[in-house]
């Protein structure tokens, strides 16, 4: 099984209703792993695109950075809390998510990794550290309900979500920091 | 990759994602899911809470009752409980100090009792006979002999 | 030289592309979480409050038409709740002693309406609304029996309750004003107090000078 | 500093160069054995209490007052489930390190031996409370049950022991990469690497759960404790710690079994992912656990069903990369056929025969443990007989059988001595009355459970009970399993000591399969240690995050600590 029919078969496992409806029905599992995961589809099926299209990923992402900003606009819109109710009300705004974060999360994040220095590299890592901890920080601490349709609790685990995964960021990027992958490779 | 194992993982996967699919199946279309009930109680006053200050067997409907039921080391209040045959129980449980568990032989009734936790579980007797309810966790010194009755009559 | 033309051109159209997408997306920058654009949005399309039949703590039962010609200042609870509820409720008994006595229950009237009107029987109601001072005539407190009834209108006012399966409901809060012709005309932030009652009062005071 | 390091890169030299020709480093042995030493003691001792049970279960033994079922229990629980596994890993694991990472340095030996003497006290201080009748909590200590804090104590130093071995296997393999820049891992040490991270992984939820809330708890320094939490992080390492026990198998089986049949490894890079893959995976499917405990929703449930579920599939690919190996090797000796293999295979070889036996009973208990984790499946057998039968299925016949297989060439080499004809005859026939043994035991064991017999609970009839008296047939078997074991038992513990001290002197290989010829060469990202230990983290914060969040944000009022023995 290769990679591409695999991120298919998985990107199609996910918009099966059932499926759908039962990750979307836990708050943290909506955005921490549907979204994701997502994401994972189409970062598997990009080389599919990235064959059929060389030109247009070697014109228009030369030094990654188009790419890049476009996850993370795409990434960061359904960080929002309203975008999250939305796509459980509207079916537009469904379809936008299953769409958008394969499309133009998943795949330009794999054209654009590669071609992303270092630094590059650890900026991006860098800005998802802060953007998690401060949206963690937030749902832990909002005392409002942000999403009409998740309980409280749901938005306090979603935020202890979001700092865990912002510091395994940071225990990363330490790791980076200290251990100089060229002494051992 | 050999093609013989390109199969085999194929089966183990499709596999896993069967087992998936009857977990899910069975647990929210057919409400078989296992005993999650998610009401709290304070442990330390279990006897003043309600329902649990009148432990007792209640008829609630035709062929339906609650048991109301506190676990404490070593045993089971109300013990000895008898229903008629076809009846639907619903169980309401909680423990007045450490961690029971609450079993009844020949049936699918198996659920941990927590202190702090109210749990909840619903069987069907259709069948008459003598059933044992036993506690399947350890306890403590007298474990083994945390046992009582239900006689569906 | 051309190829980093495309390259910067392409980040251009991205960041515009963002812009776009989150300004549609948050109706102008405006409304980052759905209770905001909800709010918004109702007070655009200023519903109307539907024809049910409220239930209150005498056990008197009418309709809407009951307020004719009077505001009515609504919010939406349930007696078991243990978090939220009390501090709203506490919330609106302030506002009423706020606004000038001389509207209350001329004016205006207050009116506390139960989600959960399985347990929220006129005798529950009853004894919950002397723990706020609510004298049951110019505050009331009431149930909707009619379940189907209920519904459309927390529909309506966009209340969105969920149950949590343990006898407790997740819910939204807020301070609803319908006027004199049963729509309504305001959704207040139920923990800006003294912005309510400000508000309130000048509505009323507009309204009884012309 | 230049000096040193120069000094040290000449005495590793020096040190692989004596290891080809004398085998084995001296001091590096000693620690081996004494970790070996201790886990085969610990085997005995929980063996004979693990018969005491069985004799009682079957209604033929009363035990004394002053030792009774409950304490001979928790004993046998930690002894095998702790003391046996974790010192076997460690010795073992150890011992090829030294071997294919050409010996330890000095700090790593003073680290590991500094474990050893922690675990040493761990374990006393365990043991003492639970020989007092002031600890009868079982292994898994699931609180308002309060031992005497001694016990708890004793706890935190056994995991301690266990870090220093660990964190000294890391500074072990941080120094080799140093020195072989751009070289992989040995597939040995890949493995060691790995159950190291897990170890680490899984013990620090138990040390926080007896740390940060059981000792203060039991000190009396705070009143009540939070039940589920407390449960939780148990479980977190609980489960963990038997599926690390089964990692450390599986490495022999990849490394060692292909070398004692005379073939080749299995794909290099398909088994680092299948290391990769359990490591990443292992610490989420410990919920499982609690089906069907209160408090926690089914979405989360059925979520950690998949969780659970998800660890079958590195395991079913180890099935496979087995028999693959079996067929490849016999075809090259000229068996025929699809089972052909069978006729090649060493039969009478200890080194062989006692860890295919292993492998086939994990057939059995695998498939057992996948309907376990499965929602109503499990309601069916939570807590009773059949989860005994099936632990000692996999842990006492897929692990420790494998540990046995490996102790006939482990030991000797690490002794400078030869297995003998004899001693192979002898270890066989150990293999054939052990798995007897084990068979009888772990099928009454599920067949009653399936009746409904609860799990550790002493004899007993309740109050002359019709259905529990329909039990009492089948826990003769417990009775006759259990003696049977207990022979093998001590024949396995006096072959081990006898390969030790006794065996003629010689020299013994350590048996390591070599890669198939021509295999393309395994990616170079399998050796990013620092990804994976991220994404475990990620993953294991996904899973914990839901319930741990919900159970402290809506906590019930504490409970104060019990002692109900």
């Known amino acids: 099984m290769n990679q591409k029919t695999f991120g298919l078969g998985l990107f199609i496992f996910l918009i099966i209703p059932p499926v759908a409806n039962l990750m979307e029905s836990v708050m943290i599992i909506h955005m921490h792993m549907q979204m994701p995961i997502l994401v994972i589809t189409g970062f598997l099926m990009a080389p599919f695109f990235q064959s059929k299209f060389p030109r247009f990923f070697e014109k228009w992402n030369q030094n990654g950075i188009p790419g890049i900003l476009l996850f993370i606009i795409v990434v960061g819109y359904w960080m929002l809390p309203r975008t999250m109710d939305e796509a459980l009300e509207l079916w537009a705004v469904e379809l936008f998510k299953f769409i958008s974060l394969p499309f133009l999360a998943g795949v330009p994040l794999r054209d654009s990794w590669r071609k992303l220095g270092q630094a590059g590299k650890n900026a991006v890592i860098i800005f998802f550290s802060i953007a998690f901890i401060t949206m963690g920080w937030l749902y832990i601490n909002a005392t409002m309900q942000l999403c009409n349709n998740y309980l409280l609790i749901e938005q306090i685990t979603l935020g202890w979500g979001f700092l865990t995964m912002g510091i395994a960021f940071v225990i990363f990027l330490g790791y980076r920091f200290f251990f100089n992958p060229s002494a051992y490779e | 990759m050999h093609r013989s194992e390109k199969i085999w993982l194929t089966l183990s996967f499709g596999m896993i994602m069967v087992f998936m699919i009857f977990a899910g199946y069975q647990a929210f279309a057919l409400e078989m899911g296992p005993p999650s009930h998610g009401e709290r109680i304070d442990p330390q006053k279990v006897d003043q809470t309600a329902p649990f200050d009148q432990p007792g067997i209640k008829q609630i409907g035709e062929n339906e009752y609650e048991v109301v039921m506190t676990l404490q080391i070593f045993s089971f209040t109300p013990s000895d409980i008898e229903v008629p045959a076809g009846s639907t129980v619903h169980f309401t449980l909680t423990s007045k100090d450490v961690v029971h568990g609450f079993q009844v032989a020949g049936t699918n009734i198996n659920a941990m009792v927590m202190p702090g936790y109210v749990q909840k579980i619903t069987q069907k007797f259709d069948k008459a006979g003598e059933y044992l309810v036993l506690c399947n966790e350890y306890c403590g010194a007298g474990h083994q002999l945390m046992g009582t009755t239900i006689t569906v009559k | 030289m051309i190829k980093n033309r495309h390259n910067t051109f392409a980040s251009i159209l991205v960041i515009l592309f963002g812009i776009v997408l989150f300004y549609f997306g948050t109706d102008g920058f405006q409304a980052f979480t759905a209770e905001t654009a909800r709010v918004n949005q109702l007070m655009d399309d200023k519903p109307r409050f539907p024809d049910v039949t409220l239930e209150d703590s005498n056990g008197r039962k009418y309709s809407i038409s009951e307020f004719k010609d009077k505001y009515v200042f609504i919010t939406f609870l349930y007696t078991s709740c243990a978090t939220v509820c009390p501090q709203l409720e506490m919330n609106m008994s302030k506002v009423y002693d706020l606004l000038p006595s001389k509207y209350i229950g001329e004016d205006i009237v207050f009116l506390s309406i139960s989600f959960d009107p399985k347990r929220d029987d006129p005798e529950t109601l009853n004894k919950y609304k002397d723990a706020f001072n609510s004298d049951g005539e110019t505050w009331r407190m009431a149930r909707i029996p009619n379940q189907s009834e209920l519904d459309s209108l927390l529909k309506k006012f966009g209340v969105i309750v969920i149950p949590d399966g343990n006898g407790n409901f997740s819910h939204n809060s807020a301070f609803y004003l319908v006027d004199k012709k049963g729509r309504l005309i305001n959704v207040m932030d139920y923990q800006e107090i003294d912005e309510a009652a400000k508000k309130v009062t000048n509505i009323l005071v507009n309204e009884t000078e012309e | ?565």
Not at chain 4, 11 to 24: C, D, P, Q, R, T
Request: with cysteine; hydrophobic share 55%.
């Open chain 4, 1 to 565: 500093m230049e000096t040193v390091i120069s000094h040290k890169g000449n005495s590793s030299v020096l040190k692989e160069k004596a290891n080809k020709i004398l085998g084995v480093n001296l001091q590096d042995a000693k620690i081996s054995k004494s970790y070996l030493s201790v886990a085969f003691i610990a085997l005995l001792i929980g063996g004979t209490l693990g018969l005491l049970q069985g004799l009682n279960r079957a209604g033929l033994l009363e035990l004394p007052s002053w030792l009774n079922y409950y304490q001979v229990l928790t004993a046998h629980g930690l002894l095998l489930v702790v003391v046996f596994s974790a010192t076997f890993t460690i010795g073992y694991f150890y011992a090829g390190m030294s071997h294919t990472l050409g010996g330890l340095l000095p700090k790593v030996r003073m680290m590991v031996w500094i474990g050893f003497w922690l675990k040493i006290i761990g374990v006393v201080l365990v043991v003492i409370p639970v020989l007092m009748n002031k600890a009868s909590v079982m292994y898994t200590f699931y609180p308002p049950m309060a031992a005497d804090p001694m016990f708890y104590f004793g706890l935190v130093f056994v995991v301690l022991g266990v870090w220093m071995a660990c964190f000294g296997g890391f500074i072990q393999v941080a120094n080799w990469r140093k020195n072989h820049k751009g070289q992989h891992l040995p597939i040995f040490s890949f493995f060691a690497t790995g159950v190291f991270v897990l170890l680490v992984g899984a013990t620090a939820f138990v040390a926080v759960e007896v740390i940060f809330m059981i000792i203060p708890w039991s000190l009396g320094w705070v009143d009540t404790i939070n039940v589920m939490v407390a449960r939780t992080l148990f479980w977190a390492f609980g489960h963990t710690a038997v599926n690390i026990w089964y990692l450390t198998a599986v490495s022999a089986w990849y490394v060692i079994v292909p070398k004692v049949i005379g073939g080749k490894r299995w794909s290099d890079l398909l088994t680092r992912i299948v290391v990769i893959a359990l490591v990443i995976m292992n610490i989420t499917g410990g919920f499982h656990h609690q089906i069907v405990d209160p408090g926690i929703s089914e979405s989360v449930k059925y979520m950690h069903v998949f969780m659970s579920l998800a660890i079958g599939f590195p395991s079913l690919m180890t099935a496979y990369a087995m028999f693959a190996v079996f067929e490849k090797t016999a075809r090259k000796q000229g068996g025929k056929g699809l089972i052909g293999w069978y006729k090649k295979m060493p039969w009478s070889d200890v080194r062989f025969l006692a860890p295919f036996i292993a492998m086939l009973a994990f057939i059995p208990a695998g498939a057992g443990g996948i309907a376990q984790t499965t929602n109503q499946l499990d309601q069916v057998v939570h807590n009773s007989m059949w989860i005994v039968g099936h632990f000692h299925l996999t842990l006492g016949m897929s692990v420790a059988m494998t540990f046995f297989g490996i102790s006939y060439w482990l030991v000797p080499y690490l002794s400078k001595r030869v297995l003998t004809k004899g001693m192979n005859q002898f270890g066989v026939v150990t293999t054939v009355i052990w798995t007897i043994g084990m068979i009888t035991m772990s099928g009454a064991m599920h067949t009653v459970g399936l009746l409904g017999s609860p799990r550790r609970t002493s004899y007993s009839t309740y109050f002359e009970n019709a259905t529990a008296l329909s039990w009492d047939p089948y826990l003769i078997f417990l009775a006759i399993g259990g003696t049977l074991l207990m022979v093998a038992a001590i024949m396995q513990v006096y072959a081990v000591f006898n390969l030790m001290f006794f065996a003629p002197k010689g020299e013994t290989e350590f048996p390591i399969a070599e890669v198939e010829e021509g295999e393309a060469k395994t990616p170079y990202w399998t050796e990013r240690w620092g990804i994976w230990i991220v994404l475990m983290i990620i993953v294991v914060a996904m899973a914990y995050v839901i319930p741990l969040t919900d159970f402290i944000v809506n906590a019930p009022p504490g409970s104060p600590p019990f002692k109900t023995w």
